[in-house]
T-cell receptor
């Protein structure tokens, strides 16, 4: 089983809708969880991180973490065409310090 | 500030040739990383360095070597390139290797084609 699994997508939502991106991880000792956004041909950029169970909100973005279920998600409210990108989930395990393990990414398209 | 710079932007390389991908950061970050990104496989860690003078192997280190002579530079060398090393290579850095919150900042990438 891969360290980090994401719903493969692609995901397509209309403008103004809520986009839901999901990620599961295999190591129960994982401590920190990150969502990166990557536009086509560009490098990944961090949009959210979370390390406590529950929700964390930042503008239109909400990260949700459930350590018991080993599940982390990203909700994008009022989706905009500019949100169209690939979203990468990354996990920091407790045993490997600074290393991040990335999922394969979910491609999101927001259509007008 | 520039953040992280990588050179070259892209390169076509003949199989069997050697090449060094350059990475420089100006954020005085302690930790640096090299990833490759391939379609369908996501980002995979090649090598990392948690501080100047030390390096470690990541998930896919074979065929690659790194050095970390100082804080700012972290070059990646392909000693004898093979076509399977065709990929987009990203350098990244973070302030610390050991704290829980470990945001990694990525460079613009180098697109390498090995023929």
């Amino acid at each position: 089983q891969k360290e980090v699994e994401q719903n493969s997508g692609p995901l397509s939502v209309p403008e103004g809708a809520i986009a839901s991106l999901n990620c599961t991880y295999s190591d129960r000792g994982s401590q920190s969880f990150f969502w990166y956004r990557q536009y086509s041909g560009k490098s990944p950029e961090l949009i959210m991180f979370i390390y406590s169970n529950g929700d964390k909100e930042d503008g239109r973005f909400t990260a949700q973490l459930n350590k018991a279920s080993q599940y982390v998600s990203l909700l994008i409210r009022d989706s905009q065409p500019s949100d169209s990108a690939t979203y990468l989930c990354a996990v920091r395990r407790g045993s490997t310090l600074g290393r991040l393990y990335f999922g394969r990414g979910t491609q999101l398209t927001v259509w007008p | 500030t520039a953040g992280i710079t990588q050179a070259p932007t892209s390169q076509i390389l003949a199989a069997g040739r050697s090449m060094t991908l350059r990475c420089t950061q100006d954020m005085r970050h302690n930790a640096m990383y090299w990833y490759r990104q391939d379609l369908g496989l996501g980002l995979r860690l090649i090598h990392y360095s948690n501080t100047a003078g030390t390096t470690g192997k990541g998930e896919v280190p074979d065929g690659y070597s790194v050095s970390r002579a100082n804080t700012d530079d972290f070059p990646l060398t392909l000693a004898s390139a093979v076509p399977s090393q065709t990929s987009v290579y990203f350098c990244a850095s973070s302030d610390s290797f050991s704290v829980g919150y470990n945001e990694q900042f990525f460079g613009p990438g180098t697109r390498l084609t090995v023929l």
